[in-house]
């Protein structure tokens, strides 16, 4: 899990690149997921990287006409021709939450977790990582 969401600062820069559900056919708009996609990450020679980008679709025609949920990438459309993406323009605090849920917040990153990972970037370098249990968070 990740509490932060690099890839809107991006967004925020070039909007006509976001996922836009409503062109697309066959994408699920929820609630559940109010930015449209799902991002992976991942740090390779302490650099920030983007792994993939999915969306939720619809899937194919499932039992008595229901659709089952399925996930397709985006990836290649948000960054044609490109086989590795820095994330060049991330510079903050990557903030990492884990093990066993304390407090339960609806909505947003106000969940509370037993412990959480800083990482510290800087135009998408990692400078610092840091750990920390609840209380020292």
Do not use: C
């Not at 890839?7 to 909007?15: A, C, D, R």
């Not at 980008?53 to 290649?76: A, C, M």
């Amino acid at each position: 899990m990740l509490h932060t969401n690099p890839m809107e600062k991006y967004f925020e820069k070039f909007p006509d690149k976001r996922p836009n559900l409503f062109l697309i056919e066959d994408a699920i708009m929820s609630t559940a997921l109010w930015r449209g996609y799902v991002a992976t990450f991942e740090i390779k020679n302490n650099q920030l990287y983007i792994k993939d980008i999915e969306i939720e679709t619809k899937g194919k025609d499932n039992w008595r006409g229901f659709y089952k949920p399925s996930w397709r990438s985006v990836l290649n459309e948000i960054f044609p021709n490109q086989e590795l993406v820095k994330v060049d323009w991330m510079t903050g605090l990557l903030v990492l939450p884990s093990g066993k849920r304390i407090n339960y917040v609806h909505m947003g990153y106000g969940s509370t977790y037993k412990r959480y990972t800083l990482l510290e970037i800087a135009n998408g370098n990692l400078k610092n990582k840091k750990k920390f249990r609840y209380k020292e968070y």
